[in-house]
């Protein structure tokens, strides 16, 4: 019968009005008048009058005054339902409630819990995750959680972090007390300050501190960056930004006196010399070229870490003409003695031309400006390595003043010099964007130096250019 007749939800009767009414019905005698009465067709009346109904009590379950269900009682063989029957029917469906309603609550619970757990291990790893220090602060300003980055700045591990007193690791900041407790009215702030670590060390820090009220209270999070980096960039930047100025006054300083010593001449109707005129114009030509390096590593300062550089446009280029070029200009500029020497009388290869005589006129202007006197070399040549490949080789010979040997493993390095270089003025970038230019090209380039005695800076670039990769054929 409930398969071929279930109850039907739209007709406002036995179950389906109990269900909406809360309330029971007792049918204490059910008469064939009421079975031909409810059935829906003469199968069902047949179905219903072979079950033998005799009585039926339908009893809601309810849970604060909401039902979960019904349980319907039915009595057969002339049995009957009278008050006492419905009383138990509703003690029994009433505890059936309860027993549906606690399962129900228990699923929520477990099914809560689960999401709130889950919920924890996002946050737990997300908050290990960031790569910034993270300390979390309670009301009384102490140290209620740390990352494992905040651990790693402090010198720490977590239960000591815990345990440590916010004045031990922050006693020079004078907004310390405002966030940590008492409260500050304001809800966030923002600044620098220097934090202590484990072994004592001072680290400078870029602080944001941000106010939460909880449900449990208001914490204060601080979200601290190590900014010893940025100052250290900050402070080189500042020095090679004056180095430059100063450096970019000689060039000009000198194009302007040659410029003025060609103007006085023709000033005063004298003839010009042409090879005065040609020295003077080669002179304003070389500390042009100057300048325009010195710009260059301005634009090499505010490159950012990540670019790829400038334009790299490789064609054949005969190395000995172009070392002959950079000789010749940077001779123009001062008096001392350049010489080449080069095994071949010409040595081509796929390069940048424009990048390769940067990184050649650095070099020789390096040389001669470390070395007060003697002669400046460069020695150009063919090798061979130990397997077969073939390399142009180009090295620049000063007799100096040297790099220590300290300085030496990190002379590539942005904005490191050697510590002997005294009033000479540089940037400290030179070497270091040579290294790329070379590398770029696949190459390699080595310092050798000793202090007092002079330096040989070497270059080696690749006769033939590695092979690109073959794209797949089609299909």
């Given at each position: 019968m409930q398969e071929r007749y279930p109850d039907d939800p739209n007709r406002d009767e036995g179950i389906t009005r109990v269900v909406r009414s809360g309330r029971p019905e007792l049918y204490p005698d059910i008469t064939d008048d009421m079975l031909v009465a409810g059935a829906r067709d003469a199968e069902h009346l047949d179905i219903?009058?072979?079950v033998g109904l005799s009585a039926a009590i339908i009893m809601p379950m309810l849970v604060r005054d909401r039902t979960v269900g019904v349980i319907s009682f039915i009595a057969e063989s002339g049995r009957r339902f009278d008050e006492s029957d419905l009383a138990l029917a509703a003690e029994l469906a009433r505890r059936a409630a309860l027993a549906v309603d606690n399962a129900r609550l228990y699923d929520a619970e477990r099914a809560a819990r689960e999401q709130a757990q889950e919920a924890q291990d996002r946050f737990r790893a997300l908050f290990a995750g960031v790569p910034d220090a993270i300390l979390v602060l309670d009301r009384r300003g102490r140290i209620s959680d740390a990352n494992q980055a905040a651990c790693d700045l402090l010198g720490y591990d977590l239960p000591e972090t815990l345990e440590t007193a916010l004045e031990r690791l922050a006693p020079?900041?004078?907004g310390t007390a405002a966030l940590a407790g008492p409260f500050d009215p304001r809800d966030e702030w923002r600044g620098e300050s220097e934090l202590?670590?484990?072994?004592?060390q001072l680290v400078p820090v870029e602080i944001w501190a941000r106010r939460l009220d909880l449900a449990t209270g208001p914490i204060v999070i601080w979200l601290i960056r190590d900014i010893s980096e940025r100052i250290v960039a900050d402070q080189a930047r500042e020095e090679v930004l004056t180095a430059i100025s100063h450096d970019l006054r000689n060039p000009l300083g000198s194009i302007k006196l040659r410029a003025q010593t060609l103007r006085r001449a023709i000033e005063r109707g004298q003839a010009p010399d042409l090879g005065r005129l040609d020295e003077g114009l080669a002179a304003i030509d070389a500390m042009s070229s100057r300048i325009a390096s010195l710009l260059e590593d301005i634009v090499e300062i505010a490159?950012?870490?990540g670019s790829e550089g400038p334009p790299f446009s490789p064609e054949p280029a005969d190395l000995v003409a172009l070392a002959a070029r950079c000789v010749d200009e940077a001779g123009a500029a001062s008096d001392r003695d350049l010489r080449v020497a080069a095994d071949v009388p010409t040595l081509v290869g796929l390069w940048d031309a424009q990048s390769i005589e940067r990184v050649v006129l650095n070099l020789l202007n390096n040389a001669l400006k470390y070395s007060i006197a003697g002669e400046v070399?460069?020695?150009?040549e063919r090798i061979a390595d130990e397997q077969?490949?073939?390399w142009a080789s180009l090295t620049i010979q000063d007799r100096g003043i040297g790099i220590p040997a300290s300085d030496l493993p990190r002379?590539?390095?942005?904005?490191?010099?050697g510590r002997n270089v005294g009033q000479v003025a540089g940037t400290g970038l030179g070497l270091t964007g040579a290294k790329q230019i070379i590398e770029r090209h696949g190459g390699a380039i080595a310092?050798?130096?000793e202090e007092g005695r002079g330096t040989r800076v070497t270059i080696r670039l690749p006769l033939e250019p590695a092979p690109l990769p073959e794209a797949p054929l089609p299909g």
């Open positions: 219903l009058r072979r020079t900041h004078a202590r670590r484990k072994d004592g490159r950012t870490r070399t460069v020695h150009i077969g490949a073939h002379i590539f390095e942005r904005y490191r010099r310092v050798a130096s």
